[in-house]
Each structure stands twice: as C-alpha cells, then as structure tokens.
C-alpha cells in the first residue's frame, strides 16, 4: 500500500515507551536505548526530508489519485476553485485524509497526506515551491480567493 514509505511520525513514538522506562532508578542501558532511539528518528527523519515535500506529494497524487481525478475515474479535475471552499490548508488536509482516496479513505501514512495536501496547495497557487506544510501550520495558509482567514 504504502510502497515502503516510512513512517515518520511512527517509529520515534514507537520508541518512546523503552526510553521512559530507561529513566526507571539503575537503569544503566538508557544510553544504549536513547541512542537507537536518536537513530531511529534521524534514519526516518532524513528519508523523509531526501527531497522537496512537494515532489514527494507529486509522486503520491501520481500514484494515487491521478487516476481517478485527470485519467478515466470518477472523480472531477481538481482546481483552485474547488479547493477554494477548503477555506484554509488545515481542512484540505483533514477533507484529504478522511475521504481519499474515495472508496481507501484513510489508506495513506499522515506523512502523504501531508505530502499530497503541499503539493495540492503548490500546484494551484496557494504556497510557494519551498512551502513545507506540516501538522501546525496548514490552519495559517489560506485557500481563500481574496486572502488570509482572521
Ligand atoms: C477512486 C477514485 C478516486 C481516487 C483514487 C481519489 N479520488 Fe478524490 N474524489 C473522488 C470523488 C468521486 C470525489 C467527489 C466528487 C468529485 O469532486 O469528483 C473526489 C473529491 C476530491 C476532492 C474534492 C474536490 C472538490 O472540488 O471539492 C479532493 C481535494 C480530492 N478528491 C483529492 C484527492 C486526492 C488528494 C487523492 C489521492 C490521495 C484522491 N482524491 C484520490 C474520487 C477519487
């Protein structure tokens, strides 16, 4: 499903419930676990990070979305109108998450999610190519036609 994207958000949280019991009185091996903790979240941290989000999010609306959205699918052509009514990044995402791909919502990692959603906004204008969307800022960048939300 996810062609072997890592889980970014995933595995460091994974790793959290051996740290803390490191921290238990004598634990002597927390050293050893807080690094393969540190590596763990530098490892997915880097994969992620090897190329612009927006590329990575073009990869996935390739691979999962064009079909139904620009090939012979059901889905309509998506346009800056039609993302307009998202009112803001934050919603796209959420709208994204829950309902996409139609019929596998939920079937991608949060990190596509994030991906397509950047690549969405890059692509019909709301963001620059350098924009990163990440989970705390999509509610600050509007879809608005004429500006920022209050
Ligand atoms: C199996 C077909 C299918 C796939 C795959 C699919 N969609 Fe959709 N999508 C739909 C349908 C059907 C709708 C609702 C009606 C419409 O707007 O065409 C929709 C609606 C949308 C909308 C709302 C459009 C609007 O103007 O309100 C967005 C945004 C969207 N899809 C994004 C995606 C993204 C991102 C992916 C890939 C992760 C994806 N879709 C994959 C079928 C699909």
Not at 8 to 22: C, R
Not at 44 to 50: L, N, Q, T
Request: with cysteine; aromatic share 12%.
């Amino acid at each position: 499903m996810s062609g072997g994207e890592p889980r970014g958000v995933a595995a460091p949280l994974a790793a959290g419930p051996a740290v803390a019991v490191a921290w238990a009185p004598g634990a002597v091996w927390f050293p050893a676990r807080a690094a393969v903790a540190v590596a763990t979240m530098l490892v997915a941290g880097c994969s992620a990070a090897d190329r612009p989000q927006g590329e990575r999010g073009e990869e996935v609306y390739q691979r999962y979305c064009y079909a139904c959205h620009e090939g012979e699918g059901i889905g309509s052509r998506l346009t800056r109108r039609g993302l307009e009514s998202y009112e803001t990044a934050e919603f796209l995402y959420a709208y994204n998450r829950s309902f996409m791909p139609y019929a596998a919502e939920g079937s991608l990692t949060d990190r596509q999610y994030l991906d397509v959603t950047a690549h969405l906004l890059q692509r019909f204008g709301f963001a620059d190519a350098d924009f990163e969307l990440t989970f705390g800022n999509g509610k600050g960048i509007s879809l608005r036609p004429g500006g920022r939300p209050e």
